[in-house]
């Protein structure tokens, strides 16, 4: 009797076509062989060997993941203490304060987030003379403060949503409390943390505003030089990395779901083994 | 086209009429060739096991879902490509499935939206329907702020509001505590009787379908293994299925070696002894049959009563007090263990009246009591 | 040092010290690098521009704060322009996202599980890319000579009268370009909630509406629309919010007479080094999302009120 929901799935089908026509467009004009981005002017791959060539870019990159892979550390065992703090302590002074806050840096805008963090590390540079200069460390500073309440808000809710019995239990068992958080709570939140980890990890990668900001002299992340190349202008470099990134994001993301997928499927079929065991 | 008095002199009988019905999900054959037919006004129950059918059927009957193969009509309607909304039937969910962002009334009051009815109509129905579960005075509540015995009620006034042709109800008393259940199953008989409605319930509980119904279908693999009312099923089941699956029973493998008129004499090697029953079926000598007995059915006493035939002694290996029932095992010489079941009908005093653990007992059989069934347990 | 509490239901955590390092290092950190940079905004806008490096200074004399900004926001135009139209495009971006987003969301929830996961990967893996390179690749397209754009303009020259036509269309720098790259860089923030919530609904709900004698389009407005409420507006504030600070979208594919408010924060702390009145602006924008904020906490209690059994 259920009827198939065509206006639904035609929307969806919709949906995707919007979401990805553009990025096809754009992998598609990175093989152009004319200057001009827009307009066809035969098949080359001349783009990516210039890209391979550019040390700018290269350096760029490069800066981008050191800041990325710092900042998302940082930020995930900050982000995790704060996430246990609020899901495990009832009450302690300043908690209403300190969820409020955790919260603010996931809406405010970034332009706001970027000024201010300018203005505290120019008048601090001004009080105790540090920083000197700004550039990688200003960066990270600035990229902690706001990834890690990303990691705070997946590490809260998967700890609200385990049974706490469970830690109970292990202090039953003659588990001191430090014993408890290596043994118990942190396996079992691990796949949160590990997913606050790469969101923080994306998120930095990625971020333009509050880096252009934070940053100095000689210090220009990959979106930055993005950024810079892009307000000229629509170019085929710019097309080949914009392919290039699209992939390697598409290949991590799919074999990241394939194993996701993989695991689910063994304990979905696990358990169906052990109810027909017990039958 | 009839005319309305042959119309309901001829539906009175087969008012829902269930033909052939079939229905598969891929390779599960979850409804095997089902036909049945329900009478108007009957409380008639389908009981079975999970994956039994029950649901399935019962959701063709809504128009959930729609039969693989096979017809069903309802009032001499054809049911086929008819959508749930257009049905003249509700359903009570298992879940209840009240609108948590609707009142008390607003949810009865739903189904009335789409009525050719004045706002004035519909209150005074929604009104009526509150009295007759007795929530009137709950109203205005939103039904997270319900217990679970009120929401079951709302459910029922909801699916009772429109004043469906037939009535479904998905484990009606499922989710109920066992005091709620006892009261509840005797208020929907009586609103059932009250409004003359034809119900439909799916259980999976024999009590339940037992107090509830006057009919019932014992539903097994997709395949209706018996219908009858509550006492012939459970007094006459005519399989090893239904009477295992209806109430508990003693069921043993034997032999017959003598036939006397409508009495056999059974032989079974795991009581020891030869059993004299009475039986309408035609057995004949040497035939391998099973020998089936409810455990309420033997008395059992610790002096040795007059009579000789089908006397067995054990000794109690386990015994239960249940306050109005004891439940007793009792270990054969053969080693076999029986289930015996006691009315506890006069309030007992000192040790004289009960038997306790290891005492010898005698156990006595009516030869009407048992049950026999054609091949081995 | 083996101080273990004898409290009943004791846990790991009522260890003074445990407490005091899991509470405190990352509260310190954030008041120290958000709360404290915030308080530096807000104090900053009470200054005036000067000369000097930094280009800021106090009234040499009480009071030492002036208002003179504030006064600039109200009678200054650029200002109110620019908050308007912000929060117009945003608006729009929101509705647009909430009218694609909705049946999407929704047509994912009734598809199968599998499917169900491999739709979510499709839509979410475009969020996964450069957020900047999401903008860039429209600006491909909405150049005059770009295949979309002829596309567009012949489709649209095949249906008007030949008086009408036109040998491209001016998409770049417009609001419109803003708004449309605005609702393809959120979509998903719209979708994923929706989908959250939508997928949580009880189909029995719907099954009973429908036996109760509702046709589908009724079942979705008396059934699903209501309850997913708190799903439209966490999605709607997921758009609205980052969408009216938007500072990328507009500088790339806005307009530059219609500015939206964080390309004017920018501005006037870039170029025109007046730090007290970006400071002021960012201020005042913060007041103006409070406040749907503040609803939406209001909301989030009440549906979580109306969860509990």
């Known amino acids: 009797m259920q009827k198939r929901p065509t206006f639904l799935l035609s929307m969806l089908f919709f ?202 002299p000689g210090y220009t992340t990959l979106p930055m030089l993005i950024w810079s190349k892009v307000k000229l202008g629509v170019t085929p470099d710019i097309n080949a990395l914009a392919t290039v990134i699209v992939l390697v994001v598409a290949l991590g993301v799919t074999i990241s779901a394939i194993i996701l997928a993989r695991t689910e499927h063994r304990r979905e079929r696990d358990i169906q083994m052990a109810i027909a065991a017990n039958k | 086209m009839e005319t309305e008095e042959q119309n309901t002199e001829s539906s009175k009988a087969g008012f829902i009429r269930i033909e052939s019905v079939t229905k598969k999900f891929s390779d599960f054959v979850a409804v095997d060739n089902v036909s049945l037919d329900i009478n108007k006004g009957e409380l008639f129950a389908l009981l079975g096991g999970s994956g039994c059918g029950k649901t399935t059927l019962l959701r063709m009957l809504a128009g959930f879902e729609s039969p693989t193969s096979g017809r069903i009509f309802i009032d001499g309607q054809d049911m086929a490509g008819v959508a749930p909304y257009d049905r003249p039937v509700n359903m009570m969910f298992q879940s209840y499935a009240l609108f948590p962002h609707m009142t008390v009334s607003g949810n009865v009051g739903y189904g009335l939206k789409h009525e050719a009815m004045t706002p004035a109509q519909r209150q005074d129905r929604v009104k009526e329907m509150l009295s007759l579960v007795q929530l009137s005075h709950l109203a205005d509540r939103k039904p997270h702020q319900l217990s679970g015995g009120q929401r079951q009620r709302v459910a029922l006034a909801r699916s009772l509001a429109k004043q469906p042709k037939l009535l479904l109800l998905d484990e009606p008393l499922g989710a109920l505590d066992k005091k709620l259940r006892e009261h509840t199953q005797f208020e929907i008989s009586n609103i059932q009787y009250k409004m003359g409605i034809t119900f ?10 037992m107090t509830l119904a006057s009919r019932i279908a014992v539903m097994d693999q997709g395949v209706i293994r018996q219908i009858g009312p509550p006492s012939h099923i459970y007094e006459n089941p005519s399989s090893k299925f239904v009477a295992g699956f209806i109430g508990s029973i003693n069921m043993v493998g034997g032999e017959i070696i003598n036939v006397k008129g409508d009495t056999v004499e059974v032989l079974a090697p795991t009581l020891g002894h030869s059993l004299q029953v009475s039986t309408s079926s035609t057995f004949s000598v040497g035939e391998k049959v099973s020998l089936a007995v409810r455990p309420e059915k033997i008395s059992i006493s610790r002096k040795r009563p007059a009579t000789t035939a089908n006397l067995l002694k054990g000794t109690v290996q386990d015994f239960g007090y249940f306050g109005k029932d004891s439940l007793y095992r009792i270990k054969l010489p053969t080693g076999h263990l029986l289930s015996v079941n006691t009315v506890n009908a006069q309030r007992l005093s000192g040790e004289e009246a009960t038997a306790t653990w290891e005492d010898e007992v005698y156990l006595t059989i009516n030869r009407d009591a048992a049950m026999l069934f054609k091949g081995d347990a | 040092m083996s101080n273990i509490s004898n409290k009943p239901h004791a846990n790991w955590f009522n260890r003074r010290g445990w407490r005091d390092i899991i509470i405190v290092a990352p509260y310190a950190w954030l008041i120290a690098f958000f709360v404290i940079p915030f308080i530096i905004v807000i104090v900053m ?214 500015p939206m408010i964080g390309r004017v924060i920018q501005q006037e702390f870039g170029s025109n080094r007046d730090w007290p009145m970006a400071s002021t602006v960012a201020v005042a924008l913060l007041l103006l999302l409070v406040v749907p904020l503040v609803l939406y906490n209001h909301f989030e209690a009440r549906a979580g009120k109306a969860g509990g059994t």
């Not at chain 1, 980890?197 to 930095?204: D, G, K, P, Q, R």
């Open chain 3, 45 to 258: 806008s009470f200054a005036k521009t000067a000369t000097e490096s930094p280009p800021f200074a106090f009234l040499p004399e009480w009071p030492y704060i002036r208002f003179e900004t504030y006064i600039r926001l109200f009678s200054d135009s650029l200002y109110i322009r620019s908050t308007f139209i912000s929060l117009y495009n945003a608006a729009i971006a929101t509705l647009l996202c909430l009218l694609i987003g909705y049946p999407m969301a929704l047509g994912i929830t009734r598809v199968n599980k599998s499917a169900q996961r491999l739709l979510l990967m499709l839509i979410i893996l475009p969020f996964w890319t450069s957020f900047l390179l999401r903008v860039y690749a429209w600006i491909g397209l909405m150049g005059k000579n770009s295949w979309f754009n002829q596309l567009l303009t012949v489709i649209y020259n095949a249906v008007v009268p030949s008086s009408w036509e036109v040998t491209g269309f001016q998409l770049m720098n417009t609001n419109f370009a803003v708004v449309l790259v605005m609702v393809y860089s959120y979509l998903p923030f719209m979708i994923l909630p929706l989908y959250a919530n939508l997928e949580k609904l009880d189909m029995t709900l719907n099954e009973a509406a429908m036996d109760l004698g509702s046709r589908p389009w009724q079942v979705f407005k008396d059934v699903t629309l209501p309850l997913s409420i708190p799903g439209i507006i966490a999605g709607g504030l997921l758009v609205f919010i980052p969408a009216s600070g938007e500072l990328i979208i507009p500088s790339l594919v806005g307009s530059a007479a219609d």
């Open chain 2, 200 to 209: 439909v319930v799916v259980t999976h509980d024999q009590e339940e379908a």
């Open chain 1, 15 to 216: 949906g995707l076509t919007f979401f990805y026509v553009p990025i096809l467009s754009m992998i598609f004009f990175s093989f152009n062989k004319s200057r001009l981005a827009t307009v066809w002017g035969g098949f080359s791959t001349q783009w990516y060997g210039k890209l391979f060539s550019n040390k700018q870019i290269l350096d760029a990159a490069l800066l981008s993941l050191e800041i990325a892979l710092l900042s998302a550390t940082i930020a995930t065992m900050l982000g995790t203490l704060a996430g246990l703090a609020l899901a495990r302590f009832r009450q302690f002074r300043g908690r209403a304060t300190f969820s409020g806050l955790v919260t603010a840096p996931l809406i405010m805008p970034e332009v706001i987030t970027g000024i201010s963090s300018l203005l505290l590390f120019i008048m601090m540079a001004e009080w105790i003379g540090w920083p000197s200069q700004r550039g990688f460390t200003t960066i990270t500073i600035a990229h902690i403060t706001f990834s890690m309440t990303y990691v705070t808000t997946i590490v809260q809710s998967r700890l609200m949503s385990m049974d706490m019995s469970i830690e109970e239990a292990a202090m039953d068992l003659g588990s001191r409390p430090w014993q408890v958080l290596r043994d118990v709570t942190l396996p079992i939140i691990s796949p949160a943390i590990v997913s606050g980890w790469l969101l923080a990890f994306t998120i930095s990668l990625d971020d333009v505003v509050i880096t252009s900001f934070t940053t100095g």
